[in-house]
């Protein structure tokens, strides 16, 4: 029964008991956390804000708590760039409420109204809706534009092999509007948006896009014969780039499993990138009829997103969790069940356990940044990601993570960069790059949280897996205690 279906008097009062579980776990959440964050409390009717002890509350949703919602609410505070240092999660079949304590990008508190304003309205009535965020905050982070043109590619990664995907899009005159480009163990994956160079609109033509992708499958096999190493495809429509970014390379990792083929550069790939190999532990808790996951690693941007998102993927719905980010740690613990198995509270399976844990540990370490960051701000022209990879490679960078967008006639880009085998760059080759594509225009950024996580989990969970437990389930436990939700575990 939902709220369009009750009586008036009935959703008021029902209304009023989530307002006040809402504003209970505000309360629980907040007694023992620092003022410097926003607090927000995400009802499936109501949106509320801690913003110097007030509440905004939102219009009622006329839904109850769907599989796929949390993963919504997350995605929305990430595009907003927000970054959330904890957060405490529980469903109960009819609804779900969840607390956020959020921080914008620099590590402030938000006083901004209208990015406040932003989240409630993002987050309030008929918003979640399952299409992706309600605007184009980032060119990669929406739906392709009808004017654009989406190429999903997939392949193994060597160096150069970005400034040639770009030299061929160029030379069949689709101008590079947004791009969103990932590697890890060894392969690549790569969302690009582009336009017609002459119309600036969508390609349409099927006997160019024919082309487009046959070209881009060539270089992205290289020189392997194998036609599954490389896949070139034109996307109807991509909801959320990021997102897709994690089902491509998810499913690339699939077909190489299944093939025999495993990854190429293993753990080396996140220790490189400073993370370390993070610390992943799913076990069955037969007797709340749950799943357990625990994860410790690094902490960084968008890590809940990521964990979310692939537990989100793989059809396991989250019922209870609690996050924590201490330091340069972050600390993730559910409680979850499979679509197939709500109703009947079964335990999962070794296999499916270990499956999940391989997909988490792969989720996480795929969005370490791996290498010097880069910042290119200039006036954007056809051909200009062609000519400046180019320059790269000449100079033996290679590419391992970049965010490609327009904004208006500017480009606004971010690579990070090793040399050709894998190691640091060296200061002459970057000055050289920069004086060659000026230095007024590309700019070299300092990674503050690379040497921070150098000190953090480098190994699977063993021992101390219990410790790590218990100590995120006794937070988690007592905050869903509170809200008399579970009963008392002791």
Not at 20 to 48: I, K, N, Q
Not at 410 to 420: L, M, S
Request: glycine share 8%; hydrophobic share 40%.
């Amino acid at each position: 029964m939902t709220l369009a279906t009750r009586s008036p008097e009935a959703r008021r009062a029902l209304a009023a008991r989530r307002a006040l579980a809402a504003r209970r776990a505000l309360a629980v959440a907040s007694s023992s956390e620092s003022v410097a964050e926003e607090v927000l409390a995400v009802a499936a009717s109501s949106v509320f804000a801690d913003s110097d002890e007030t509440f905004a509350d939102v219009e009622e949703v006329d839904s109850a708590n769907k599989y796929g919602t949390l993963l919504e609410v997350v995605q929305v505070l990430t595009d907003l760039k927000l970054t959330i240092n904890r957060a405490y999660i529980s469903s109960d079949g009819e609804w779900f409420m969840d607390v956020f304590h959020v921080v914008d990008q620099d590590g402030n508190k938000l006083y901004d109204g209208q990015v406040i304003d932003r989240i409630e309205q993002s987050l309030g009535a008929g918003s979640l809706s399952f299409r992706g965020p309600p605007e184009r905050l980032v060119a990669v982070e929406a739906e392709a534009e009808e004017a654009q043109t989406a190429i999903e590619l997939v392949g193994r990664d060597r160096p150069g092999l970005l400034s040639e995907v770009f030299a061929v899009l160029t030379d069949l005159r689709c101008n590079i509007v947004a791009s969103e480009v990932w590697t890890h163990d060894g392969r690549v994956a790569a969302l690009v948006y582009v336009t017609d160079a002459d119309t600036l609109g969508a390609i349409e033509d099927p006997a160019r896009l024919d082309t487009v992708k046959r070209l881009l499958r060539h270089v992205l096999r290289g020189s392997s014969r194998d036609k599954k190493a490389a896949r070139a495809a034109i996307s109807a429509g991509v909801e959320h780039a990021q997102r897709r970014l994690h089902q491509m390379m998810q499913a690339d990792r699939s077909v190489r499993r299944e093939g025999g083929v495993e990854g190429e550069r293993g753990e080396a790939s996140g220790a490189r990138a400073g993370g370390g190999m993070p610390a992943v532990a799913v076990e069955d808790c037969a007797e709340r009829g749950y799943t357990l996951v625990n994860v410790r690693c690094r902490d960084r941007p968008k890590l809940l997103f990521d964990t979310v998102c692939t537990l989100t993927d793989m059809q396991y719905v989250v019922f209870h969790g609690t996050v924590i980010a201490e330091g340069s740690e972050a600390y993730q613990e559910y409680y979850i069940r499979h679509l197939r198995h709500l109703d009947d509270s079964a335990g999962s399976s070794g296999e499916d356990r270990d499956r999940l844990c391989r997909c988490l540990e792969a989720a996480i370490q795929r969005r370490y940044t791996e290498g010097l960051r880069l910042e290119l701000c200039c006036e954007d022209r056809v051909g200009l990601l062609s000519d400046v990879t180019r320059i790269f490679r000449e100079h033996g960078l290679s590419v391992t993570h970049a965010e490609v967008e327009t904004r208006g006639a500017q480009a606004a880009n971010v690579f990070y960069v090793v040399d050709a085998s894998g190691e640091p760059v060296q200061g002459q080759a970057v000055d050289a790059v920069r004086a060659e594509i000026g230095e007024q225009f590309l700019f070299v950024r300092e990674q503050h949280d690379a040497a921070a996580g150098a000190g953090g989990p480098k190994s699977p969970v063993g021992g101390g897996r219990r410790s790590l437990g218990n100590m995120i389930r006794s937070r988690s436990e007592k905050f869903l205690y509170n809200l008399g939700l579970i009963r008392s575990c002791s």
